[in-house]
């Protein structure tokens, strides 16, 4: 049986995207910070794994794949999905905790968690396994006023080149899921209205998370010597291409 970490498993994308493997008979850790969100995610399947977990602390994301890899005897994938925002805002009215706060999730833990996997996919034997970063549309072009986030997420593609390079070595392949308006609870804004690049509120397309998870899985499920490097998916009609 496969397995497969997924952070953020809590809620969103993480969580739609955990029930999906663990329906198509994959072992999944669920890392996040709520032990209860993880719990309800799991839904008292036997092949998941509960992983409480904050991502930008290192020595609990080290101790946290420990356990995983000792459980399951190796670490097929880590699905690296944990992330956050900050409110919209020109860039003298974020603050320096509400950057580093951003940071501190968006890049910090996507590190710490790829630090982790990569070193027990290296170590394993046979070597090798598979991340999935979750970028985003704005690892290509910013949203209005979103300074921090945008910068966070063009850092996890500089993340994803380094490790699809580094992991040549060890059959690691590194890809990038850059996701567009999948309604969760953080894209609820979009059906109600949120600023276009010329400053007007607009409400924007969605598209049903369910088709974020049938993506990662897809991508999962490629044999090693196969990586799908960079994949957009996102609602058809949302103002993306042409952004701006």
Known sequence: MPSIVITGAGSGIGRVTARRFLDAGWQVGLIGRREAALQETADHHEAALILPC????????EARFSQAAQQWGRLD???????RNVATGMIDEI???EWKSILDVNVSGMFLAARAAFRQMRTQTPCGGRIINNGSISAHAPRYGSSPYTTTKHAVTGL???????????????GQIDIGNALTEMAEAMTQGVPQADGHIAVEPVMDASHVAEQVLAMANLPLEVNAQFVTLMAS??????RG
């Open 54 to 61: 904050d991502v930008t602390d290192a020595a609990q994301v």
């Open 77 to 83: 994938a880590l699905f690296n999905n944990a992330g």
């Open 95 to 97: 603050s320096l905790e």
């Open 160 to 174: 994803t080149k380094s490790l699809s390079l580094d992991g040549r070595a060890f059959s690691i392949a590194c």
């Open 237 to 242: 009609a949302m103002p993306f291409v042409g």
